[in-house]
Structures are given as structure tokens and as C-alpha cells.
């Protein structure tokens, strides 16, 4: 009855890969309603569980891609891969309206800049005192550092190693996480509690996932604000991050 089952589930791994997720992410919610009283998002609870799950699955079979490199779960690797995640950055774009993002007028906009370029220039900071020294590098890494989605897509642009892109996708994981968990907790020192502060706060923090999920924890009516920027910023900090900003590393750190 196992080897079947085993079968059925080799035969239809993306399928399988969907049920795990959503296992998951209701596993994930339920812990954040139930022991956390919704301070911690379940989306935050989510990814530490992945984190997790995919340390267990590299252990347990000694390979390099986490929990699909058991059989069963091998479709993991292809929802979890650049095609999905392609198309995932395409979908969040298609939701935004560059007429909402004018309601935040011009604090909004500079929010956006200066949330890439300052995410950015921490990201590089972190990578330079770690001993990374080449410009290629210490791009990804910076870009990784504003969104999760950004570090790839510049790392690929730009020719970096597989390793340092999977810092990035790290430091940015790190960035979403902090912020689902943090958010909640500094919305009232920050006066995080209008549309206008959130667009602008969407837009400093830029990591869709995170503003999203700490806004929900935060004020739920605060979220669609809050990700509209979020979005803009990661389709600004693809734009910047292997070009303009690479430029300029380069030209920094040869």
C-alpha cells in the first residue's frame, strides 16, 4: 500500500507539492490564531516551517535542493522554481494600478527610492564585511537585501553564482520575516494606522510578503494600501538593482 501510494504521489508531484502548501500554510495559521493571537502573521509562520522542512530534507538525503530531493516531494522544486516565480512577480504586478500609488503623492514615491537604495547599500555593507569584494556579488547580495524577488532576478541578470544568489533569496527571506513579525509591534510608535502612512511605509519596506502579512497583523484594512507600493518597489528594484545600482558598485569596488 506504501509503494502505491508512493507512486501515485512520483507521478503527480505538483499536485502533491499544492496539497503540501496548503497543509501547510493552514497548520501556519492556525498556530499564529491560536498560540500568537495573530501578533505573529501566519504567512511568517509559513515560511519558518518551509525553512525548516527543507533543512530536514537536505539532512536527511544529503542533497543540494532541500525537501525535493525526496522523491516524493520532487514537485516542490518545480512550484518553488524560477518559472513560478516569474510569473508570481508578473501576477503581483498586473494587481497594481499606477493610479493608486498617486494617492500617496510625493512622500510615496521618494519612499520607494530610498527603501531600495538604502536596502540596498545595508545589503552591500553586510556582503563587503562578510569578505565579499567583487561587484557582481556584492550587487546580488544588496538586491537580495530589498526583496527576495530581487536578488534573483539581478543575480541572473548579471551573472552570479548560484551561491550567492541563494544569499540573496536568505537575506530577503530574513527581511520579510523580521518584518511580518515587527510590524505590529512598532505601528503605533510610527503612526502606522491611515492608508497614507501604510503606502508609505509599503514603500520603504518593499518586501510584498512581509508589509502584507505584518499590515494583516497590524490593521487588515491597511494591507491592499501597504502592498500596492510594496509591488511598485520590487519592479522598481528589479529595474535598479542590475543596472543603475550595479553601475555604480562597480564602479565603487571594481
Aim: charge should be neutral; hydrophobic fraction near 50%; glycine fraction near 14%.
Amino acid at each position: 500500500m506504501f509503494e502505491t501510494l508512493s507512486n501515485v504521489f512520483i507521478e503527480n508531484q505538483l499536485i502533491v507539492s499544492f496539497a503540501i502548501v496548503g497543509i501547510t500554510m493552514y497548520i501556519a495559521y492556525v498556530i499564529s490564531n491560536k498560540l500568537t493571537k495573530g501578533r505573529i502573521h501566519g504567512s511568517a509562520i509559513a515560511i519558518i516551517i518551509g525553512l525548516l522542512l527543507a533543512y530536514i530534507g537536505g539532512v536527511t538525503t544529503g542533497g543540494e535542493k532541500g525537501l525535493s530531493d525526496i522523491s516524493i516531494f520532487a514537485g516542490i522544486g518545480l512550484m518553488g522554481g524560477g518559472m513560478l516565480r516569474d510569473f508570481a512577480i508578473v501576477a503581483t504586478a498586473f494587481g497594481a494600478n499606477f493610479d493608486e500609488i498617486k494617492k500617496a503623492g510625493l512622500n510615496g514615491i521618494a519612499s520607494l527610492f530610498i527603501g531600495v537604495i538604502l536596502s540596498f547599500i545595508v545589503g552591500v555593507a553586510i556582503a563587503f564585511a562578510f569578505g565579499y569584494s567583487d561587484a557582481v556579488s556584492l550587487t546580488t547580495i544588496g538586491a537580495g537585501t530589498a526583496t527576495y524577488i530581487v536578488g534573483p532576478v539581478t543575480g541572473a541578470a548579471i551573472g552570479a553564482s548560484s551561491e550567492v544568489i541563494t544569499i540573496s533569496i536568505a537575506a530577503g527571506l530574513v527581511k520579510s520575516i523580521l518584518t511580518m513579525i515587527g510590524t505590529p509591534f512598532i505601528a503605533k510608535y510610527i503612526g502606522l494606522n491611515n492608508p497614507r502612512t501604510a503606502m508609505v511605509y509599503g514603500g520603504l519596506m518593499g518586501t510584498t510578503s512581509g508589509v502584507a502579512g505584518g499590515l494583516a497583523a497590524t490593521d487588515p484594512k491597511l494591507v491592499p494600501y501597504g502592498a500596492v507600493t510594496a509591488t511598485f518597489y520590487t519592479g522598481l528594484g528589479c529595474l535598479m538593482a542590475p543596472s543603475i545600482l550595479f553601475l555604480i558598485t562597480r564602479a565603487l569596488f571594481g
